[in-house]
C-alpha cells in the first residue's frame, strides 16, 4: 500500500521559532516538535557528521514509531572517490541507524557531480552489495551524462533490477530569475546544481528534493505539477517522500503546507498533516 510523506531537510532551525515551533521553545525539544508537525525529515546532517548510538536512540525517543528519517549517507563514503571500497563504512552506517527502528526510512546516497557513467561498474557493485531485504536504498546522481541516453536508461535498468528508488532533484523553482541579483541561492550555504529533471520511478517509493524559491507565487505552477505527479503515483501504489527545501530555509514548512493544502483540494488521498490539526493557542485581546 503506497503512503505519502512530507517534511524538510532538518529539524533543528531556530528561525522556525514563532511560526512552525512556539516562541520560546528550547533548540533540545525542536526535533519532539519537529515530529508532531512533519511526517518525515530528511536527515541531511548525516552527511556531515556520523552521529552517536546515544543521539541515534534519542532521535528514535523523540519522534512518534509512525514518523520516518532518511538519512543521507556520510559524504566520506559517497564523495570520495569510488563507492565499492567504502560499502564497510555503509553498512556501518546502515547499522546503526537501524537503531531508528521502525522510524528508519529510506536511506539515500547522494553522488557528486564528478561521478559520472564512467564508474557504473563500481555503482552496479554498491547496489549488489547492498542489503535492499532489511533496508531500501535511493539515489541521486549530479553528473549531467546520466540524465542522458544510453547512461539513463542503463542507470534506470540497475535501480530498478535491485529495486533502488531514485532521488528526484527539482532546483527549477530556484533558476526563474530574470537577472543574476534575484538569484536566491546568493545567501544559500548550500548552492544546488542545476540538473534535469526526469520524474519516474524504479521502484515501489521515490523521494523527492523540491528546492523551492523564497516566494510563494513563484513555486505555484511548479507545485500543481507535483500535484499530479503525486496522485498518479498513489494511485499506482508508489509511495511519496516529499522534502522541502529552501535558500531561505524559514520559508521550507510553509511551503509544504501550502503544497499539502493543494493535494487534499485535489482530492488526493493522503493522511493530514500533523502541523495543521494542532490548534493554536489564544491569541491575547489587546486593549482599544
Not at 526510512?105 to 532489511?134: C, M, N, T
Not at 553528473?143 to 532533484?169: E, I, M, Q, S
Not at 487534499?264 to 485581546?285: D, F, M, R, T, Y
Amino acid at each position: 500500500m503506497s503512503e505519502f510523506r512530507i517534511g524538510c531537510a532538518v529539524w533543528a532551525y531556530k528561525e522556525w521559532l514563532g511560526d512552525f515551533y512556539p516562541q520560546g521553545s528550547r533548540a533540545t525539544d525542536f526535533l519532539r516538535l519537529y515530529g508532531q508537525r512533519m511526517t518525515c525529515v530528511e536527515g541531511n546532517t548525516t552527511f556531515y557528521s556520523i552521529p552517536s548510538l546515544e543521539i541515534v536512540q534519542r532521535w528514535s525517543e523523540n519522534t512518534p514509531d509512525t514518523f520516518r528519517f532518511c538519512p543521507k549517507l556520510p559524504r566520506m563514503v559517497t564523495h570520495e572517490g569510488a563507492l565499492m571500497p567504502q560499502l564497510p563504512q555503509a553498512l556501518d552506517f546502515l547499522k546503526l541507524m537501524q537503531r531508528l527502528g521502525p522510524s528508519l526510512g529510506p536511506i539515500f546516497a547522494q553522488l557528486p557531480p564528478r561521478y559520472s557513467p564512467a564508474s557504473f561498474a563500481d555503482l552496479e557493485k554498491f547496489v549488489a552489495g547492498w542489503p535492499h531485504e532489511s533496508s531500501p536504498l535511493a539515489l541521486e546522481v549530479r553528473h549531467l551524462d546520466w540524465f542522458k541516453p544510453p547512461y539513463a536508461d542503463r542507470l534506470d535498468a540497475l535501480l530498478t533490477n535491485f529495486g533502488v528508488g531514485r532521488v528526484l532533484l527539482d532546483t527549477r523553482p530556484i533558476f526563474i530569475w530574470s537577472n543574476p541579483a534575484e538569484d536566491p541561492q546568493l545567501r544559500s550555504e548550500r548552492k544546488k546544481p542545476r540538473v534535469p529533471l526526469l520524474p519516474m520511478a524504479t521502484t515501489n517509493f521515490v523521494l523527492v528534493r523540491y528546492i523551492s524559491h523564497p516566494e510563494l507565487d513563484r513555486n505555484r505552477d511548479f507545485l500543481a505539477g507535483w500535484v499530479d505527479r503525486v496522485g498518479e503515483w498513489l494511485a499506482q501504489g508508489v509511495s511519496v517522500y516529499f522534502f522541502v527545501h529552501c535558500p531561505t530555509e524559514a520559508k521550507s514548512p510553509t511551503i509544504a503546507r501550502y503544497f499539502q493544502e493543494q493535494l487534499e483540494k485535489a482530492g488526493i488521498n493522503v493522511p493530514p498533516l500533523p502541523w495543521s490539526l494542532i490548534e493554536a493557542p489564544p491569541q491575547q485581546l489587546g486593549l482599544f
